[in-house]
T-cell receptor, first 108, second 111 residues
Framework: KNEVEQSPQNLTAQEGEFITINCSYS?????LHWLQQHPGGGIVSLFM???GKKKHGRLIATINIQEKHSSLHITASHPRDSAVYIC??????????FGAGTRLTVKP | DAGVTQSPTHLIKTRGQQVTLRCSPK?????VSWYQQALGQGPQFIFQ???????QRGNFPDRFSGHQFPNYSSELNVNALLLGDSALYLC??????????FGSGTRLTVV
């Protein structure tokens, strides 16, 4: 079993829809990251969370430390949001563990 | 302020050859981590360098080695390349393991 599990693996939405991607982890962590990866491979860090909730534009990330669960929400989705979204955790032994990613396609 | 810079961006090598990938960390960062991302999978941790020493290592064979220089830049070396080494290699820098910034990666193809 992977230490970081994401769901769904693939997600197709219509423009304007509200999107949720989930992440569960089984290791002790100091922080959780949501990353965005576009075709070609470059990774952009969207959020780093250690508790609560963060919002940036149409993106919202939440984390529940007790339940070891985080969600990434995209409101009013747009085709330019199409990318792979990766959940990663800073494990307590000082390395990062990654989920397999969620491939999001937003259709116009 | 430049972020993390990786070079080259693409590389094609023949099975059995050796390859060196380079990473310049974000200004102010002192820790460099390397990851291998196979097609369709999440990145896998290779190793992390801090103060010019390998601090952590993932489950990768000794063919994968690295180095960190006094200016915090880093190299990843892979010897005796296998077809299965074809992947995107990502570098991330941080300050003592906090606040990761990722590079765009080097795509290695082994033929």
């Amino acid at each position: 079993k992977n230490e970081v599990e994401q769901s769904p693996q693939n997600l197709t939405a219509q423009e304007g829809e509200f999107i949720t991607i989930n992440c569960s982890y089984s290791v002790g962590i100091s922080a959780l990251h949501w990353l965005q990866q576009h075709p070609g491979g470059g990774i952009v860090s969207l959020f780093m969370l250690s508790s609560g909730k963060k919002k940036h534009g149409r993106l919202i990330a939440t984390i529940n430390i007790q339940e070891k669960h985080s969600s990434l929400h995209i409101t009013a989705s747009h085709p330019r949001d199409s990318a792979v979204y990766i959940c990663a955790v800073d494990a307590n032994n000082n390395d990062m563990r990654f989920g397999a990613g969620t491939r999001l396609t937003v259709k116009p | 302020d430049a972020g993390v810079t990786q070079s080259p961006t693409h590389l094609i090598k023949t099975r059995g050859q050796q390859v060196t990938l380079r990473c310049s960390p974000k200004s102010g960062h002192d820790t460099v981590s390397w990851y291998q991302q196979a097609l369709g999978q999440g990145p896998q941790f290779i190793f992390q360098y801090y103060e010019e020493e390998e601090r952590q290592r993932g489950n990768f064979p000794d063919r994968f080695s690295g180095h960190q220089f006094p200016n915090y830049s880093s190299e990843l070396n892979v010897n005796a390349l296998l077809l299965g080494d074809s992947a995107l290699y990502l570098c991330a820098s941080s300050l003592a393991g906090w606040g990761y910034t990722f590079g765009s990666g080097t795509r290695l193809t082994v033929v």
